[in-house]
């Protein structure tokens, strides 16, 4: 199981992603790519950066990156360690924390707001993925 906010986490994401048939067809036409905040807190004395790309139904790249000005990313997403735990753990609901700005976005609002499908389906593909958390 891999540990959460690792370059092993994040293959094991893509790849669930790239297999995923249903997520294929329901972001076909979408394209994005986000830089995700783990924010510091009491469990997570230092942030945690990484990006993702998606392209038409694939996901091309998904690393770790060192600071947050490496990549220019179409969306960032950010919370702390805490939050994104709870969320993953199924804790949190994700409309919840966004509405409560425990949770932030920052970017095209309209373009995320039009991509309800490939959103659904994307995490939907990742209901497999078992993480771990070390802190």
């Known amino acids: 199981m891999p540990i959460f906010a690792t370059q092993a986490w994040l293959d094991e994401s893509?790849?669930?992603l790239n297999n995923d048939p249903e997520y294929a067809e329901a972001a076909k036409d979408y394209e994005g790519d986000y830089l995700y905040i783990v924010e510091a807190d009491e469990l997570q004395?230092?942030?945690i950066y990484y990006y993702v790309d998606l392209y038409h139904g694939k996901c091309r790249k998904?690393?770790?990156v060192n600071s947050p000005t490496e990549?220019?990313?179409e969306f960032e997403m950010s919370a702390t360690y805490s939050i994104w735990k709870k969320l993953l753990q199924g804790e949190l609901d994700g409309n919840k924390a966004l509405m409560t700005r425990k949770l932030k976005i920052k970017g095209n609002m309209a373009k995320l707001m039009k991509s309800t499908k490939p959103a659904a389906a994307y995490f939907k593909?990742?209901?497999p993925l078992k993480t771990e958390f070390d802190k």
């Open 14 to 16: 893509a790849g669930l």
């Open 45 to 47: 004395p230092t942030p």
């Open 62 to 64: 998904a690393t770790m």
């Open 71 to 73: 990549v220019k990313a």
């Open 125 to 127: 593909a990742l209901t």
